[in-house]
Structure formats: C-alpha cells, structure tokens
C-alpha cells in the first residue's frame, strides 16, 4: 500500500486551494492551527507518581488516623 501527497483539492483558511497533503499540513502549522488526529499529545503523568501529591496524601491520612484514634467522629443528619 502506498500513501500519496496528493488528495482533492481543498479550501484553507488563507482561500487557496491545495492539492498536497504536506503543504496543506505546512500552512495550518503557520497559521496556528492543528489538524484533527495528527495532534501529537503529552504523555499523562499520574497524580499518584508525583512525589508532592505522595506526601500531602500521607500526611492527610496520618491526621485523619490521628483524630480518629483520639475519639473524633463525623456526625450526620
């Protein structure tokens, strides 16, 4: 299978009409803008890899644990 540079002819936003897919590409690129699925994306980091988040987590369980041993309930209604 091959992939060819050339596609129909298609209006961009500076009124021009291409014909290749690699100058099509270029001229959105300059223009600011991104194509729809050719968008590469920043790997996600995970909240529970960063260290801060690690330690604000414990030291909240750990006052938690605290109060609670020492009598402290939530009361509803």
């Known amino acids: 299978m091959l992939i060819v540079d050339e596609m129909p ?4 936003v500076d009124g021009r009409f291409y014909t290749s897919k690699a100058l099509y590409g270029a001229v959105t690129r300059a223009h600011g803008l991104t194509e729809v699925g050719t968008e590469k ?37």
């Not at 002819?9 to 961009?12: F, I, Y």
């Open 9 to 12: 002819p298609l209006e961009h």
């Open 41 to 77: 994306f920043k790997p996600k980091q995970r909240a529970s890899l960063n260290p801060e988040n690690t330690r604000r987590r414990r030291e909240a369980l750990k006052v938690a644990m605290e109060k609670y041993k020492a009598g402290h309930r939530v009361r509803s209604g």
